[in-house]
C-alpha cells in the first residue's frame, strides 16, 4: 500500500520535471529559429547591396534626368545610412513586406502567396513517396546487409546521389511524356482545365478535390506524378542510405540479443525494437529530405514549369528582378530553416533519453 | 535417469572475417544437470560464444558445428529457427553483462518484461503486468510499480541488472546463461546481485552456466568449473578443489590472485606457452 | 600465390624503421582496403580518368569544343561515325565539347576546395583552440549557414555577383565550408589537450603557431577525406546553376549549360541534352563511389 503511494506520488513530478524540459526545448528552439532567421535576412540584406544592379535605375529607366533619379533613391531610402537601411529593411522582412515584383508588378508576398502552394504539393508528395518506399528498402538492406540485395540498394541510392535531377527530369519527360505518352507534360494542368478550380489551399489537387472536380483532379495528378516521383527517388535515396545506417547501428546493439534470447520473431526484433530505437532520428530524416526537396525543387520545378517558388525565383533572377529574388529566397530559405531547426527539437522532445 | 538439461559435444564455432577464419570455439564438450557450472577464461577464450551457440545466438557470420548439441535431449543443431525460438526465453534463457547496453532505451520495464511474458504464455496484458510486479518483487525490487514506468535510462546499474535478471526469468526457464552478470556493476552492489540470483537459482531448481573472468567468483558460487583458453576447455576441476589445478593456465589465473598473507613483487605475469592453444 | 615481393615486406612491417616507411606503410594498408571494395576501385577508375580526359584534352578530342562545323549539313547530327555523340545547334561536335567540359568540371571542384577549406579550417580550429565566446560566437554563425538552402542561396549570391563560372565557384565555395569547420573544431577539441600541444605551449610556442603548425596539419586529412566525399554535391549544384544559365555562359563546355541549350531539341535530337548529363552523372557518381569506399576504409563504424 505505502509502495503504490510511493509510485503515485512519484508520476506527477517525473511529468513535472518532462513538461519542464519540454518548455525549455521549444524555447531554445525559438531562440535558435529567431538567431538563424535574423541571419537570413542579414546575409540577403548583403546580397541585396552588393548587386550591380541598380535598382533605382531598374525602377526610372536609364533616360530620367538626374532630379528623378534623386528623388527615387530617396524615396527608396538608399541615401540613408546603411544600418538605418538594414532597420527598414528588417522591419519589412519581418511585416512580409518584400517590395513589388518588377516583373509581375504585384507585391512580392502575394506573388509567393500563389506560387508556394505549387511547391508545397510538390515536396510534399515526393517525401510521401520517398519514405513509404524508402524506408522498407533501408529496412530491407539493412537486414541483408553484405547480400547482392544490399549492395542494389547501395547502387540504387548512389545513383540518386549522382544524377543532375535537371537532366533526369528531362529524359524522364522525354520517354513518359514525348515518347509513350503515360503522363501529361510539363505545367500543373492543361489550360483547358484552368481557371476551373477556385484557389482555396493553392494546391490544385487538393482544391479540385474539394470542389468536387474529379476530371480537374485527374488531370492535375497526371501532371504531378513525374516531378513528384523524380523528387521522391531523390528522397528514397537520402532516406533508404540512412535508414540503413541507422538500423545496422541498432542491430549491433546488445539489446537487440536480448529481444532475440526472449524468443520474439525476427520481425518483431527489427521493427518494434531496432527500428523503433531508430524511430527518432530517422524521423529527422525525413523533415530535412523534406526540406532539402522544397530547396532542391527549383531545378524540378523549371525542368517540368511547375508554377511554385522555385520557377518564380529563377524567373525574376533571369528579369534581374530582385526584390522578388530576395522575398522568394527569404522564405524558402525561412521553411527551410524552420524545418532544419524542427527536425533537432523533435529529435530532444521524442528520445526519452535526452528528455 | 533422464537426459542431462545439456548436452555439448565437440563444439566449435568459426567466424568468416574479412581478415579471415577465426575459431573462437573449437572442440568444446561438457554436460549439465540442474547444476551450477562455472565457465572461466579470459576475453577472447570463446567462453561466451559457448553460451551464445547454445542459445542460437550466433552472429550471422558465424558457423556452429557438433557432434551432439542437445537441451533436454532436443537436438538443436537440427531443430528448426522457429523451435528454437520457442525454446529460447521460455526455457532456455540469458543475462548480459551491462544492463545500460542490454535493455532496450526506448521501452519502459514494464513493455520490455511484459513483452517477454506475452511471447510465450497466453496472457491478457493486465495478467502479464501482475506477473511482471511479482517478479520484480522476487528481485527485490522495494516499488516495483514505480520501476515499471521507468526507462532503462532512469535505473541504476544494479537495479538494471535485476530488472534483466526478472524479464528473463519470468517464464520460468530451466536453464540460465549469465554471461558476466556483474562484471559492469558497482562492486559494492555485485554481492547484493549475486545473491538474488543465487537464491533463484536454488528456488527454482535451475541449471545454471555462469560465464566470469573472474575465477575466485564462480569458484564460490558453483559446483564445477571448466577453464577456457583459445577456444579450448583446458581444465574441469570441481570448485572445492580448485588448488588441485593441474593445467598450468590455471595455476597461473590462481597465481595471480593478490593475497594479503604473502607478498607478491613483482606482480605475477600469466605465462603463455603456445602449446596450450594447440 | 607469389611469395611476398621485398616491397610489401617493406610495406607491411610492423616495425618501420622510419616514419615516411610507417606512412607509406599505413597508406598501402589503406590502399589495399580500398582495393578490396571493388565499387570503390570504379569510382577511383572514373575519377583518375576525369583528370586524365582533362589533361589530354586537345588530343583526345577529334573537333573544336568551340568552333562549329557547316551549319546546313552539319547541325543537330546524330551520333555517328565523324560525330561520335553528334552535335549541336551550333553544328560542334558534343563528343570533343564534352572532353573540354571535363576541364571545367576539375577546375570547379579544385577550386571551391581551395576557397572552402582554409575557410573551414580556420574558423574551426580558432574556434575549437580558444573555445569560450570565440568559439560561441563562431559556431553561432556556422549553425546559421549550416541551417541555411544550399542551393537557394547560392542562386541569390550569383544573381547578386552576375553569372559566371567564377560567381558560380565563390558561391558554391561560400556555401560550403560549414561542414568543414564543425569537423576541424571536433578534431582540434580533442588535439588541444594533448600532451605535444602542452609541450609546444611550455617551449613558448604562440598561439598562431600551435595552430598553423600542429593543429592544422593533423585536421587537414580528415577534413580533405570530407570535401572527397562533399565533390559529388559541388559537380551536382555547378551543373544546375550552369542549367539554370547562372554557371558558365555560353560558349563555355560546361556540361550543364550544354543540358540546358540542348532542352530546346529534346524532343527531336534528345542526344544533345542526353550526352552532357551522362558525363555529370558518370563522373558524380565515380566521387560518390570513391567517396564511400574511402569512408569505409577510414571510418568502418562511420554512420552517415
Known sequence: ????????????????????????????????????????????????????????????????????????????????????????????????????????????????????????????????????????????????????????????????????????????LLLFYARLDWVAGPGRLDIAYDYMVAPVTGMVTVDALMQGQTEVFWNAVSHLVLPACLLGYFSLAYISRMTRALLLNELGQEYVITARVKGLSETRVIWRHALRNAAVPLLTVVVLSYATLLEGSVLTETVFAWPGIGSYITNSLQNADMNAVLGGTLVVGAAFVTLNLLSDLLYRLLDPRTR | MTAPLVEVEDLSVAFDLPDGRIEAVRGVSFTLG?????????????????????????????????????????????????????????????????????????????????????????????????????????????????????????????????????????????????????????????????????????????????????????????????????GRIVEELRADALHDAKHPYTRGLIGCLPRLDRDSHPLPVLDRDPAWAL | MAAA?????????????????????????????????????????????????????????????????????????????????????????????IIYGSRLTLTVVVLVTVIATPIGLAIGTISGYFGGWIDRVLMRITDIFLAFPRLVLALAFVAALGPGIENAIIAIAITAWPPYARLARAETLTIRNSDFIHAVRLQGGSSTRILLKHVVPLCLSSVTVRVTLDMAGIILTAAGLGFLGLGAQPPTPEWGTMIAQGRRFLIDQWWVAAMPGIAIFVVSLGFNLLGDGLRDVLDPRSVR
Open chain 1, 1 to 172: 500500500m505505502s509502495l503504490d503511494q510511493g509510485a503515485l506520488a512519484a508520476r506527477p513530478e517525473r511529468r513535472g520535471a518532462a513538461a519542464l524540459a519540454v518548455l525549455s526545448g521549444i524555447a531554445g528552439f525559438l531562440l535558435t529559429l529567431a538567431i538563424t532567421l535574423f541571419g537570413l535576412v542579414v546575409v540577403t540584406f548583403v546580397i541585396g547591396r552588393v548587386v550591380p544592379i541598380d535598382p533605382v535605375l531598374a525602377v526610372v529607366g536609364d533616360r530620367a534626368s538626374g532630379d528623378v533619379y534623386a528623388r527615387v533613391r530617396a524615396e527608396m531610402g538608399l541615401d540613408l545610412p546603411l544600418i538605418e537601411q538594414f532597420r527598414i529593411y528588417l522591419v519589412k522582412a519581418v511585416t512580409g513586406d518584400f517590395g513589388r515584383s518588377v516583373l509581375t508588378t504585384n507585391p512580392v508576398i502575394a506573388d509567393i502567396r500563389t506560387y508556394f502552394p505549387a511547391t508545397i504539393e510538390l515536396a510534399t508528395l515526393g517525401t510521401v513517396i520517398g519514405t513509404l518506399i524508402g524506408i522498407p528498402l533501408g529496412v530491407f538492406a539493412a537486414v541483408r546487409s553484405g547480400s547482392l540485395a544490399d549492395q542494389i540498394v547501395r547502387i540504387v541510392g548512389l545513383v540518386g546521389y549522382s544524377v543532375p535531377i535537371f537532366w533526369l527530369g528531362l529524359m524522364a
Open chain 2, 34 to 230: 540442474r547444476e551450477r557450472l562455472g565457465i572461466v577464461g579470459e576475453s577472447g577464450s570463446g567462453k561466451s560464444q559457448t553460451g551464445r551457440a547454445l542459445l542460437g545466438l550466433t552472429a550471422r557470420n558465424g558457423t556452429v558445428s557438433a557432434k551432439r548439441l542437445a537441451f533436454d535431449g532436443i537436438d538443436l543443431l537440427r531443430a528448426s529457427e522457429r523451435e528454437r525460438r520457442a525454446l529460447r526465453g521460455s526455457r532456455m534463457t540469458m543475462v548480459m553483462q551491462d544492463p545500460r547496453y542490454s535493455l532496450n532505451p526506448v521501452m519502459t520495464v514494464e513493455q520490455q518484461i511484459v513483452e517477454a511474458y506475452r511471447a510465450h504464455r497466453r496472457a491478457s496484458r493486465a495478467e502479464a503486468r501482475g506477473a511482471a510486479l511479482a517478479m520484480l518483487q522476487s528481485v527485490r525490487i522495494d516499488q516495483p510499480e514505480r520501476v515499471m514506468a521507468l526507462y532503462p535510462h532512469e535505473l541504476s546499474g544494479g537495479m538494471g541488472q535485476r530488472v534483466m535478471i526478472a524479464m528473463m526469468l519470468i517464464t520460468d526457464p530451466e536453464l540460465l546463461v549469465a554471461d558476466e552478470p556483474t562484471s559492469a556493476l558497482d562492486v559494492t552492489v555485485r554481492g547484493e546481485v549475486l545473491r538474488i540470483l543465487d537464491a533463484l537459482v536454488a528456488e527454482r531448481g535451475m541449471g545454471l552456466i555462469l560465464i566470469s573472468h573472474d575465477l575466485e567468483l564462480v569458484a564460490s558460487f558453483c559446483d564445477r568449473v571448466l577453464v577456457m583458453y583459445a
Open chain 3, 5 to 97: 615481393s621485398p616491397l610489401r615486406l617493406w610495406l607491411t612491417t610492423s616495425e618501420p624503421r622510419s616514419r615516411m616507411q610507417a606512412r607509406l606503410g599505413g597508406l598501402y594498408q589503406g590502399f589495399r582496403r580500398l582495393a578490396r571494395n571493388p565499387t570503390a576501385v570504379v569510382g577511383l577508375a572514373v575519377v583518375v580518368l576525369l583528370v586524365l580526359v582533362a589533361a589530354f584534352a586537345p588530343l583526345l578530342a577529334t573537333h573544336s569544343p568551340t568552333a562549329g562545323g557547316d551549319l546546313r549539313t552539319e547541325r543537330l547530327l546524330p551520333p555517328g561515325p565523324v560525330f561520335w555523340l553528334g552535335t549541336d545547334d551550333q553544328a560542334r561536335d558534343i563528343y570533343s565539347r
